[in-house]
């Protein structure tokens, strides 16, 4: 009896093991199903697709955009290429962007038809406007989380290779006995005739809302962070933030790294969000929606000027200033011809907002660059500038919103939604190129945060590789 039993046992034993691994082997996975053909399969822009949008193509015949030259995407190329060092030639020089006429194709090809006005539906992992905030502040540059700052992109758009450093002592001298803290040196501390800077035409600034402020600075190694991007000489001179951005618990000197980055990038951040959105509407969905659950139907740009007083930031190189005193208490600057800023039309008071539109008609505009304005509303997963606000309606039918913010709309909307992009969108090469780097930037966010992952078989517009070497 214990003789059958112990010659039965390694056998049942045996068959349990086989019935167990045959009930955990992997089963083969189905074959995904092929993805829908697209309405409009990508093919090259045309040369009037491309004059269009204000696009030129490189005349070197490369595939790439002419992005900052007129006619090249470098001058190496335009010129036939450089030698190396082994007698090969490389066509492209250090400094060129190499973005092809293929990241186009999404942003000239038109996308699905509008939703009607009354439907309710929402797309599968639909976004709030302010998750998309947050996730794009991460593409476009430093996210506070935990308590600390970090760059979650490799090339982030929107960073400062910078140092902030004090103003030359003769400054600091004479703004004395108007302000004590001189980081930024107001133009209006400095006594009457004190100064004179005719390379910055501060006189441009008079009719304007604008109060100019001067921020000396020096090149770093690479994207400072906005708590320590202030040299430790100067920490103990910077502004101290207004009360509600220290009851935020921001710093002065994120206050001020945010004033400087925020800068003149209005236009870049709002078109970049906006061209996302038009990426993802060309690619089928359009997973966006307002706070109270309505869906995003339309989307653009909106145009406003500054009609409240602010403090206009202007960044100087400090190793190219020079102060040469001329007579009695009075001091010229000086700069090399190809180290002072650009000044923007308007002094700074020209704004571009990111407009959006819900399907029930609500209109809506936001900003990742308020603190240029004075305008300190922050995303709390973040910590980064952020701002939204209905469009209202006057009685007389006009646009506004809250005079709070000290913004006054300027005509219509530009939708970028349409069958084509607003004429001239990309004029300003400059910005062309920093706009698709921080539209790539937010794109490459969305995509690891598997925001992306239900329609990433319709993501034509781009190799994943060349997203990879733009990061």
């Known amino acids: ?14 068959a349990c093991r086989t019935r167990a691994a045959a009930a955990f082997s992997p089963r083969p996975r189905r074959a995904p199903p092929p993805p829908p053909p697209l309405p409009h399969p990508p093919r090259p822009p045309t040369a009037a697709e491309l004059q269009h949008v204000g696009v030129a193509a490189c005349v070197g ?15 190496a190329c335009e010129a036939g290429g450089i030698r190396g060092g082994a007698g090969d030639t490389i066509r492209h020089g250090p400094h060129c962007e190499r973005l092809p006429l293929d990241a186009l194709d999404l942003l000239l090809r038109p996308p699905p038809p509008r939703l009607p006005a009354h439907s309710p539906s929402l797309p599968p992992h639909s976004l709030s406007l302010l998750q998309l905030a947050a996730l794009a502040a991460r593409g476009l540059g430093a996210v506070r989380t935990a308590g600390v700052w970090r760059y979650d992109s490799a090339r982030p758009p929107m960073a400062l290779w910078l140092r902030v450093l004090s103003p030359p002592p003769e400054l ?8 004590g803290d001189t980081i ?19 006189a441009s600034y008079r009719d304007t809302p604008a109060r100019p402020a001067l921020v000396f600075r020096e090149m770093s190694d690479g994207p400072e962070l906005p708590h320590n991007f202030v040299s430790s000489d100067a920490v103990g001179k910077l502004t101290p933030p207004p009360a509600e951005a220290a009851a935020a618990g921001v710093s002065a000197a994120e206050l001020l790294f945010w004033r400087l980055v925020s800068t003149d990038t209005c236009e870049v951040t709002s078109m970049a969000i906006a061209l996302c959105l038009r990426h993802m509407h060309a690619s089928g969905i359009l997973p966006l929606h307002d706070e109270r659950g309505v869906p995003i139907v339309a989307y653009g740009l909106q145009s406003a000027d500054r009609v409240l007083p602010f403090v206009r930031h202007i960044s100087l190189p400090n190793a190219y200033v020079q102060l040469d005193p001329i007579g009695e208490d009075r001091l010229r600057l000086h700069m090399q011809d190809d180290c002072f800023p650009t000044w923007p039309k308007g002094g700074g008071t020209r704004h571009r907002l990111l407009w959006l539109q819900a399907a029930d008609g609500r209109e809506i505009v936001a900003d990742f660059t308020g603190p240029q304005y004075g305008i300190e509303d922050r995303l709390a997963a973040t910590m980064t500038p952020f701002w939204s606000a209905p469009v209202l309606r006057s009685a007389e039918g006009s646009r ?19 069958a084509q992009l607003p004429a001239g969108v990309f004029d300003d090469r400059s910005h062309m190129s920093m706009t698709l780097r921080a539209r790539d930037s937010v794109l490459a966010v969305l995509r690891s945060s598997g925001c992306l992952s239900t329609y990433s078989e319709h993501d034509y517009c781009m190799p994943t590789e060349f997203i990879d070497s733009m990061l």
């Open 1 to 14: 009896m214990w003789t059958a039993v112990l010659n039965v046992a390694p056998a049942s034993q045996q």
């Open 61 to 75: 015949g490369c595939g790439f955009i002419a992005t900052w030259h007129q006619r090249a995407c470098c001058h």
């Open 172 to 179: 600091s001298e004479a703004a004395k006995p108007r302000r």
């Open 184 to 202: 930024p040196l107001r133009v209006d501390a400095l006594p009457d005739g004190v100064l004179e800077a005719p390379q910055l035409a501060l």
């Open 400 to 418: 506004y919103i809250d005079p709070r913010l000290g913004l006054q709309l300027r005509g219509s909307a530009a939708a970028f939604c349409g």
